[in-house]
Nanobody, 119 residues
Framework: QVQLVESGGGLVQAGGSLRLSCEVS????????ITWFRQAQGKERELVAS????????GYADSVKGRFTISRDHYKNTVYLQMNSLKPEDTAVYYC????????????WGQGTQVFVSS
């Protein structure tokens, strides 16, 4: 079992920054991908950024490239999402999820943290 706990959401003005945290526990993560998703009201969930735990490879949605950065603190078992130059369209509930890198489906999800960007 893997447990994920997100934190760091809140209200910010357009152009501002937030850092989300995803604390991961429960098992060795060496073969896992940790990914941030988001879901805006009335829209489908979308992948935002992903981190491959064992070698640090990252991937981003086109909509956040150059503005968001995903990173890891190995000793704290925490994955961060630094969000800069925020836009109102970034408003969503942000979820952290984990899957074995050889699998397609994400088996483990956090409870989500709300980000609201005002114009």
């Amino acid at each position: 079992q893997v447990q994920l706990v997100e934190s760091g959401g809140g209200l910010v003005q357009a152009g501002g920054s937030l850092r989300l945290s995803c604390e991961v526990s429960g098992r060795t993560l060496s073969n896992y991908d940790i990914t941030w998703f988001r879901q805006a009201q009335g829209k489908e969930r979308e992948l935002v950024a992903s981190f491959r735990w064992n070698h640090g490879a990252t991937g981003y949605a086109d909509s956040v490239k150059g503005r968001f950065t995903i990173s890891r603190d190995h000793y704290k078992n925490t994955v961060y999402l630094q969000m800069n130059s925020l836009k109102p369209e970034d408003t969503a509930v942000y979820y952290c999820a984990a899957k074995d890198r050889n699998m397609e489906e994400y088996d483990y999800w956090g409870q989500g943290t709300q980000v609201f960007v005002s114009s």
